[in-house]
Nanobody, 129 residues
Framework: QVQLVESGGGLVQAGGSLRLSCAAS????????MGWFRQAPGKEREFGAA????????DYTDSVKGRFTISRDNAKNTVYLQMNSLKPEDTAVYYC??????????????????????WGQGTQVTVSS
């Protein structure tokens, strides 16, 4: 059974940092593009960052560029999201997702949550002002 499990969320003051982890099990994800999405209260889920299977390509939404870093350790079947300089507007439930189709990496697809076929349960990040 394929599972994605996020961890690392919590409460942090503005300007602080958190590192989210997404541990995958049930298959080897080393060839799969992975993404992080977030959903703030009362808003739709939105794209945050994506990474190619090998980790050589990363993309970010404009609002997190320069502050967030997506990375992966394929030996551990884990994807990370390092979040620095956090702002209150970063408050959301953060989800990781996997695209197991093994199509060539294309950010035009990966900003769309419909391109992912496995999702984690989410982890809450709250940034206080």
């Amino acid at each position: 059974q394929v599972q994605l499990v996020e961890s690392g969320g919590g409460l942090v003051q503005a300007g602080g940092s958190l590192r989210l982890s997404c541990a995958a099990s049930g298959r080897t994800f080393s060839s799969d593009a992975m993404g992080w999405f977030r959903q703030a209260p009362g808003k739709e889920r939105e794209f945050g960052a994506a990474i190619s299977g090998g980790g050589g390509i990363t993309d970010y939404t404009d609002s997190v560029k320069g502050r967030f870093t997506i990375s992966r350790d394929n030996a551990k079947n884990t994807v990370y999201l390092q979040m620095n300089s956090l702002k209150p507007e970063d408050t959301a439930v953060y989800y990781c997702a996997a695209d197991t189709s093994r199509r060539p990496y294309d950010i035009r697809r990966y900003v769309d949550q419909r391109e992912y076929d496995y999702w984690g349960q989410g982890t809450q990040v709250t940034v206080s002002s």
